[in-house]
């Protein structure tokens, strides 16, 4: 995890971020993913970098299918 990441906090609980390899799903794909997430309640953080770059590229890969 980066350093920005470790030191995110959770708005809801106030709980520092860990790395969590979580499935997302897209036009019935799913693909895994290690990012930041509250141990408590579970709520993931998106850095701008990864929902630009990578999700975004995996978006048009199975919109182009």
Request: hydrophobic share 30%; net charge negative; proline share 3%.
């Amino acid at each position: 995890m980066s350093e920005e990441a470790r030191n995110l906090r959770c708005s809801r609980c106030d709980r520092e971020l860990v790395s969590k390899n979580i499935v997302f799903e897209y036009l019935g794909h799913t693909v895994a993913h290690e990012v930041p997430t509250c141990p408590k309640c579970g709520k993931v953080f998106i850095s701008k970098e990864l929902a630009e770059g990578r999700m975004a590229e995996v978006e048009r890969q199975l919109e182009d299918k």
